[in-house]
């Protein structure tokens, strides 16, 4: 059974930045795609960025593309997201989230969640 644990959601004036990160505790082996998805009331969960434990391999949202960025630290099991230029579009609950093989873009089933961390980005 795979945790998700996101930290460093927050409070930020548009154009600027916050690190979100997502601790994975769980397995230590394997294929794994951790990506970053993100909602707001009343709207659809959004992929964000995604990117395959083995190989990196990165994926993003033509809305973020160019703003933000998903990295690993596989020694520690964690995933960050790295998001810059922050526009009050962006505010949104993220979640991190998993599942087993490559990813290939930001589709199919992720079977496991964090709890989220809400961003508010004012203008």
């Known amino acids: 059974q795979v945790q998700l644990q996101e930290s460093g959601g927050g409070s930020v004036q548009s154009g600027g930045s916050l690190r979100l990160s997502c601790a994975a505790s769980?397995?230590?082996?394997?294929?794994?795609?951790m990506a970053w998805f993100r909602q707001t009331p009343g709207r659809e969960r959004e992929g964000v960025a995604a990117?395959?434990?083995?190989?990196?391999?990165?994926y993003y949202a033509d809305s973020v593309l160019g703003r933000f960025v998903i990295s690993q630290d596989t020694s520690k099991n964690t995933v960050s997201l790295q998001m810059n230029a922050l526009k009050p579009e962006d505010t949104a609950n993220y979640y991190c989230?998993?599942?087993?093989?490559?990813?290939?873009?930001?589709?199919?089933?992720?079977?496991?969640w964090g709890q989220g961390t809400q961003v508010t980005v004012s203008s």
């Open positions: 769980g397995y230590t082996y394997g294929s794994y795609c």
């Open positions: 989230a998993a599942r087993v093989g490559y990813c290939y873009g930001l589709g199919g089933f992720f079977p496991y």
């Open positions: 990117i395959s434990r083995r190989g990196g391999m990165a």
